[in-house]
Nanobody, 119 residues
C-alpha cells in the first residue's frame, strides 16, 4: 500500500523558517519525481517545488530563493526547507509522488500538513 506522510507544519511568524518532511512507503521511492504542492483557503492547489529522480529541481516563481527541496533516497523521504516565510505562504502543503510508467502514470498524495504564517 503506497503511502505518503507529511510532517513539520505549524505556526510561524513572518520571516521565520520551517522544514517539512514527507516519508514514503510502499513504492520504489528513488524512481519517483517528488513534489510539494499547497492549497490556501478558497484557492486551487498550486505547485511549489519538485525534484526528479535525477535530482533536477523546479520551483514556483513565488518561492524561488526562499524554499529548497531535497530528498534522501536511503530514508524514502523528501524535504521542503522554507525560509523567509510570508503570510501568503499560509496553506495546507501536500506531498506528491509521480512516475511515468510504460503504460500508465503513477501519482500518490499525502494527507497534507498545515503551515500558518502570521504577520
Amino acid at each position: 500500500q503506497e503511502q505518503l506522510v507529511e510532517s513539520g507544519g505549524g505556526l510561524v511568524q513572518a520571516g521565520g523558517s520551517l522544514r517539512l518532511s514527507c516519508a514514503a512507503s510502499g513504492l520504489t521511492f528513488a524512481i519517483y519525481t517528488m513534489g510539494w504542492f499547497r492549497q490556501a483557503p478558497g484557492k486551487e492547489r498550486e505547485f511549489v517545488a519538485a525534484m526528479s529522480s535525477g535530482s533536477t529541481t523546479n520551483y514556483a516563481e513565488s518561492v524561488k530563493g526562499r524554499f529548497t527541496i531535497s530528498r534522501d533516497n536511503a530514508k524514502n523521504t523528501v524535504y521542503l526547507q522554507m525560509n523567509s516565510l510570508k503570510p501568503e505562504d499560509t496553506a495546507v502543503y501536500y506531498c506528491n509522488a509521480q512516475y511515468s510508467g510504460s503504460w500508465r502514470e503513477y501519482s500518490y498524495w499525502g494527507q497534507g500538513t498545515q503551515v500558518t504564517v502570521s504577520s
